[in-house]
């Protein structure tokens, strides 16, 4: 198929998006988790923006409770190039966060990537682990790849700012990942604050 000539000598060179877009998810327990999460997308962000753009929707847990905001988060996830989900890990993931997952990976398209973000707190190492577990199913059932914050800190700068993900952007994952064709995400800002 050809394009007319009205076609091409309508779109400008600032219709071209050069830089591909990075389309991130964030699901989050709390405050404290969600604030870990954002540390770990402005991460991402500071050392790969050179490469691409970034856009983020941000979904507590809580929300997710709700039948409509669930079906909103999950259309959000599954068009996403990565999933982050941050929790504390000492109390098994709620059904309602179980079932956004399920809503988002029934679809035909998935995410790139699922990424685990957990605190370290005393005795939930084996719960955290239950969930890590969890999640890689989930991974391989629709083929993402899957990546858990480690359980021994680095001594790194970056992992004080973001634990876990340096190891990741080390070793050069993420700029291997393919992109997002999908330009038009937007962030929801304070549907689900």
């Known amino acids: 198929m050809q394009c007319s000539d009205n076609f091409l000598s309508s779109v400008t060179s600032s219709d071209l998006n050069l830089s591909p877009c990075?389309?991130?998810?964030?699901?989050?327990?709390?405050?404290?988790?969600?604030?870990?999460?954002k540390r770990t997308?402005?991460?991402l962000t500071e050392h790969l923006s050179k490469e691409c753009t970034f856009t983020n929707q941000m979904w507590k847990f809580d929300v997710l409770g709700i039948p409509n905001l669930r079906q909103m988060a999950a259309q959000d996830a599954a068009q996403a190039d990565i999933v982050i989900i941050s929790c504390h890990g000492s109390n098994p993931l709620p059904a309602e966060v179980k079932a956004w997952i399920e809503l988002w990976i029934s679809n035909e398209i998935h995410p790139v990537a699922l990424v685990a973000l957990f605190d370290e707190e005393a005795g939930s190492e084996i719960q955290a682990q239950a969930m890590r577990t969890y999640l890689e199913q989930i991974s391989l059932?629709?083929?993402?790849?899957?990546?858990a914050q480690p359980t021994v800190k680095s001594q790194t700068i970056e992992s004080r700012i973001a634990p876990g993900i340096d190891a990741v952007v080390e070793a050069s994952l993420f700029p291997t990942l393919p992109v997002s064709a999908r330009q038009t995400a937007f962030s929801r800002w304070g549907i689900n604050e």
Do not use: L, N
């Open 141 to 147: 059932r629709v083929g993402m790849e899957f990546f």
């Open 22 to 37: 990075f389309d991130v998810v964030i699901a989050y327990e709390d405050f404290e988790t969600g604030k870990h999460a």
């Open 41 to 43: 997308y402005d991460f």
